[in-house]
């Protein structure tokens, strides 16, 4: 599968590191989860999920020694204590290893998508389809356990129709009726409830680990936004007589024992607010109502300033890992030496 000299391009590049940093992230927290697992379909899927990221590592660290690229630092041993008690139940696992899958999906059709080199393809098309059936095992457990939250039905329409007025667009003027959702409005709404409760309660948990008041003060603001956001779309529901999701008890413990690195939680709190911002553009673009088009817009500024000030602490405190990029030709210009 390596036998290729071909040089990568920069979007093959971009694609290896961002997947070497996400899995070597997602092995510090399966890691961590598994020894305090009790279902044991639970604590098997998570078993599964943990054994493909640590495949995959290896498989990407090839990929790197033979490309002559420097292998990402990314995250170890040394960003997870595994000695510290438990901090997350089996269903917040469950739940967890089903969103970080539907997020994989769709990290793992973009990296397909920009890469052309036969391995590289062959690569990201396998994690897709290793993700997919990860997606699949998650879901069919929590479904057997009734902790699946589904979507909510709708009536079944008779016959095709046709859209007859531009004011099927329109949601703006407060002094109009809004038009009932659509399906396509509905889901995503119903998806972005359910993805914004998973964050609260890992903000919360990493909050209460964090030794650094500057990181729990920034975790609890993320819960703040993500509960904000989770009653603004729910509101939006139960306005359409949408029942709201069902969520399992996705709880965490009382632990206050440092669990995770600082550097690990604040990529992790990244991670999952681009996650969010992809989301919300997706939803703003298949929403036709313009109203909900611009709940979109709006909140994803929201999550674009609170994305903002977790780099500035990165940065701060050098927990940003660069990504590979070009030289400045200008300032190489400026600086050489001459004779």
Known sequence: MLKNNTRLTAAEIASLWTSYMNDSLAKCILGFMIKDLEDKEIKGVVQYAYDLSAAHLKKLARFFKQSELPLPDGFSDNDVNMSAPWLFSDIFCLTYINHMARTGLISYGGFLSMSTREDICEYFTNGLQETAGLYNKSNKIALSKGLLARHPYIETPAVSEYIDSKSYLSGLNP????????????????????????????????????????VSDFMLRGAEIANKHIKIFTDILLQNDIPTPRLPDVSVSNSVT????????????????????????????????????MNYERLSIEIAKYAKTGADIMIKHHWMEKPPGTKDRKKLAQNKNRF
Do not use: C
Request: proline residues 3%; glycine residues 4%; charged residues 10%.
């Open 258 to 293: 440092q669990t995770f690195s600082e550097k690990l939680m604040m990529f992790h709190m990244s991670l999952i607010s681009a996650a969010g911002t992809g989301n919300y553009a997706t939803a703003a673009a298949a929403s036709q109502r313009s109203d909900l088009a």
């Open 175 to 214: 002094l109009s009726n809004k038009r009932p959702l659509n399906a396509i409005e509905i889901s995503h709404l119903y998806m972005n409830v359910m993805t914004n409760a998973l964050g609260v309660n890992l903000s919360l948990s990493f909050a209460q680990t964090s030794p650094v008041k500057e």
